[in-house]
């Protein structure tokens, strides 16, 4: 059974950079896309991007310009920055597994999501 | 098109039978994707393609599609199937992945 965690900061200050590592267990992060998603406190979910293990990245226009998520095939994670943070980027930030099939694209593994607050 | 429209609130009847629809312009050529989500726990997919249940999801939740609309049907709606759920497609001019607003379904 595939098994994704978050970890890094629950906090972070305004105009910095947010950083957190997804690790996945019981599967190989070769193949498949991984990618990252957020829901604002009492919102929905908002795609964020995601990364091919190979490397290749596919980011939402809307935080392109703020977004680099990359990947470690040794250490089996994929990690996501999100540069000039403000209150806006507060939110709970899920990892997750993705896959295309076709016309569809679905996520069947996700973690338990981890709180990030940006505040001063 | 990059917009993915759901009602924000539904309700059934314990045992009975609800849709929970998703419009949007890319539903015409790439299907939607379901998802559910109970308080304070990480998104659940429940759907996907054309009526595609994961294991463990009872055969009660069902998908279709028709033009520019999905659905989600649950046949026989259970307490425990009060939640939110989220629609996902993909956008059909831009390489973007986007979610409907979320349906909270209320089961009396």
């Known amino acids: 059974q595939v098994q994704l965690q978050e970890s890094g900061p629950g906090l972070v200050k305004p105009s910095e950079t947010l950083s957190l590592t997804c690790t996945v267990s019981?599967?190989?992060?070769?193949?498949?896309?991984w990618s990252w998603i957020r829901q604002p406190p009492g919102k929905g979910l908002d795609w964020i991007g995601y990364?091919?293990?190979?490397?290749?990245?596919n980011y939402n226009p809307s935080l392109k310009s703020r977004v680099t998520i990359s990947v470690d095939t040794s250490k089996n994670q994929f990690s996501l920055k999100l540069n000039s943070v403000t209150a806006a980027d507060t939110a709970v930030y899920f990892c997750?597994?993705?896959?295309?099939?076709?016309?569809?694209?679905?996520?069947?593994?996700w973690g338990q999501g981890t709180r990030v607050t940006v505040s001063s | 098109s990059s917009e993915l429209t759901q009602d924000p609130a539904v309700s059934v009847a314990l045992g009975q039978t609800v849709s929970i629809t998703c419009q949007g312009d890319?539903?015409?050529?790439?299907?939607a994707t379901w998802y559910q989500q109970k308080p304070g726990l990480a998104p659940v997919l429940v759907i996907y393609?054309?009526?595609n249940r994961p294991s463990g999801i009872p055969d009660r939740f069902s998908g279709s599609n028709s033009g520019n609309t999905a659905s989600l049907t649950l046949t026989g709606a259970q307490a425990e199937d009060e939640a939110d759920y989220y629609c996902?497609?993909?956008?059909?001019?831009?390489?973007?992945?986007?979610f409907g607003g979320g349906t909270k379904l209320t089961v009396l």
């Open positions: 393609g054309k009526n």
């Open positions: 997750a597994r993705g896959d295309y099939g076709g016309t569809l694209f679905y996520f069947d593994y």
């Open positions: 990364i091919y293990y190979s490397g290749s990245t």
């Open positions: 019981g599967g190989s992060i070769s193949d498949h896309y």
């Open positions: 996902q497609s993909r956008d059909t001019t831009v390489h973007r992945l986007m």
């Open positions: 890319s539903l015409r050529k790439y299907y």
